[in-house]
């Protein structure tokens, strides 16, 4: 289970509210375990949702395209039930008996129950649950322009509130299982490192390391989100794309990379040098290294994000960079690459038991590039998790 159901629950309850409706992709695997595919591929305009209730939280109704109720086989076994919109068919069988998932798939097909639109649908799913004149919240940034002041109409004794901010709350806190998931993404990238730097040498193209990068993620199961692979002074432009740029002896190789893998991001950095660095370089390093790990061994639960960003800045200036300076210094990370806490100066949320914080310390500097260490970590009252296991030291290749 993804759903931190209790403390879902409890939310629900302290403003009042009978049901939620989520509707972004992270939202609806978050209840669900379904990775919509239309929410997947058409972002701006695709509707899919899932309704729990305050009584069961870990139990959604699912409210999706029948072209795509076949992905509720894919889903939890929690999901109590299914409503459809618009036509796709699936031919009855000739001469076949069916197996049980094929009974089960038709029976979520047939088009005489299926509505013309997904707002008709939602509408159906609410009333017949027992929601019509309930308090619902709604996922509002999945929501398409209009559906609220519709659903309104359509259910003119319920009220309805957003609830976007309530997914986001709830969702800080990790289960057990979203930690595996966080942890299996982080070390998927890890590999991937290991495997773009197995081919670093003299000529090797920044693009031919992001393709090998990319290339081993794949093979693992993952899902490419990010490659950003830099050579020397090329990583002050991080956010432009990997080119032809040939490695030299003496280069730093900046990774700022991530992927998603079952459906739970990563977010890594670490620094390689084909050859000895410069002393400055590995000085720089060596300064963000411990700025990172101030917050690895001294965050904390009841910390603020400034708090967090406060010990990071003191442990990378006391380390030999007096001068350094950050916007931020980290953020949550888990169904969405960031998460609140964000780890910046004015940011007064609390890091709570059980939050995975993705803590970096970059630095960036024309002629010289960028050097950059970051991992997930899991805070604990008892001590801090890492969730990495590929060194974090500044790797030198020979």
Request: with cysteine.
């Amino acid at each position: 289970m993804l759903v931190h159901a209790e403390r879902l629950k409890a939310k629900m309850s302290e403003q009042g509210l009978d049901a939620v409706v989520a509707t972004t992709i992270e939202n609806v695997h978050y209840l669900s375990g379904i990775w919509n595919v239309t929410l997947q591929m058409f972002p701006h305009e695709g509707q899919c949702y899932a309704i729990v209730t305050q009584d069961r939280p870990a139990e959604p109704i699912m409210v999706m395209p029948t072209l795509e109720v076949d992905q509720v086989l894919d889903g939890f076994d929690t999901i109590r039930g299914t409503h459809t919109f618009g036509t796709f068919y699936r031919e009855e069988p000739v001469g076949v008996t069916l197996l049980e998932h094929e009974q089960r798939l038709r029976s979520m097909s047939l088009l005489e129950n299926a509505a013309p639109n997904s707002l008709e649908a939602l509408v159906v799913a609410l009333k017949r649950a027992g929601l019509a004149d309930k308090k619902i919240g709604i996922d509002e940034i999945g929501f398409a322009p209009g559906y609220m002041q519709k659903l309104g109409e359509a259910l003119p004794q319920a009220s309805l509130v957003p609830v976007t901010s309530l997914f986001r709350w709830v969702r800080r806190v990790k289960t057990p299982e979203e930690i595996r998931r966080i942890r299996a993404s982080a070390h998927v990238t890890e590999s991937a490192i290991i495997a773009a730097a197995g081919i670093a040498r003299e000529g090797v193209t920044e693009a031919e390391l992001a393709r090998e990068f990319e290339r081993s993620i794949v093979s693992q199961g993952g899902v490419p989100r990010f490659a950003l692979i830099r050579f020397g002074r090329n990583a002050v432009a991080g956010q432009v794309r990997p080119d032809r740029t040939a490695l030299k002896r003496g280069d730093t190789i900046w990774f700022d990379v991530g992927c998603t893998y079952e459906g739970y991001w990563s977010d890594l950095a670490r620094n390689f040098s084909l050859g000895e660095p410069s002393a400055r370089a590995r000085q720089i390093y060596d300064a963000m290294l411990q700025g990172e790990e101030r917050a690895v061994e001294a965050a904390r639960p009841g910390m603020t994000g400034a708090q967090v960003f406060d010990l990071m800045m003191e442990g990378a200036r006391a380390a030999g960079m007096p001068n350094y300076r950050r916007h931020h210094l980290g953020h949550g990370i888990g169904a969405e690459v960031y998460e609140q806490p964000l780890v910046a100066p004015t940011n007064q949320e609390v890091v709570e038991e059980g939050t995975v914080l993705n803590v970096e310390t970059p630095y960036y500097e024309f002629g010289l590039g960028a050097l950059h260490v970051e991992d997930p970590i899991v805070i604990r009252s008892s001590g801090n998790e890492l969730l990495t296991t590929l060194g974090r030291e500044l790797h030198i290749l020979y």
